[in-house]
Structures are given as C-alpha cells and as structure tokens.
C-alpha cells in the first residue's frame, strides 16, 4: 500500500513559477510509474507528465511539454513537478498517481492518487 501527499499549490500570477511536491509512503514491490494529472475546473483529468520509474524516462503532454519538468528525489521518495511560465490554463487541481501493476506506459490507469493540491493562476 502506499499513500500520497501533495503539496505545494497556491495562487500565482501568469508567468510565476511553482514547484509541486508529492511525498510517497507505504511499501510496494515494484512500482512502475509515477504521473502527475490535473483536472481543470468543468473538465475531465488530464496527464500532465509521467516518469516510467526504473529509468526515469519521463514525457509530458504538448501542452506544458518545455515549461513544466517532472523530477524525483529517491531517498526521500518523493516526486516533482516545477511549473514554470503558468498559464491561466494551467489552473486546476493536480494529482500525483503510481502504477504499482503492470501496464503499458502509456495506460491512463494508475493504482494509487494523492489527494491533490490547487493551483490558480491569475492574469
């Protein structure tokens, strides 16, 4: 089992930066990757990035590919997310999820979520 926490969220203006952190308890066997996933407001969750947890590979989507960089610290378990140049379209709740059972990368389906933490971005 493994529990997350995110943090880091708050009220920005467009062009801030942020950096979102979500710590990781628990114990598993294996965990195969990691996401970040936000959910505008009136809007379905969207993968933002995720790091395939063995090489650390990480991809993003296009629309923060080159502002947004997903990183992690292992002795502290913990994963990452520095968001620069925001957006008003930015603004959503993000999550953090793990995959802990195998599929494809590239699945939307991830074992265990954070509670997710708000970012607003403002004009």
């Known amino acids: 089992q493994l529990q997350l926490v995110e943090s880091g969220g708050g009220l920005v203006q467009a062009g801030d930066s942020l950096k979102l952190s979500c710590k990781v308890t628990g114990h598993t066997n294996v965990r195969y990757a990691m996401a970040w996933v936000r959910r505008p407001p009136g809007k379905e969750n969207e993968l933002v990035g995720r790091m395939e947890w063995g090489s650390g590979w990480s991809d993003y989507s296009d629309s923060v590919n080159g502002r947004f960089t997903i990183s992690r610290d292992t002795l502290k378990d913990t994963l990452y997310l520095q968001m620069d140049n925001l957006k008003r379209e930015d603004t959503a709740v993000y999550y953090c999820?793990?995959?802990?059972?195998?599929?494809?990368?590239?699945?939307?389906?991830?074992?265990?979520w954070g509670q997710g933490t708000q970012v607003t971005v403002s004009p």
């Open positions: 999820a793990a995959r802990t059972n195998y599929r494809k990368l590239e699945s939307p389906e991830y074992d265990y």
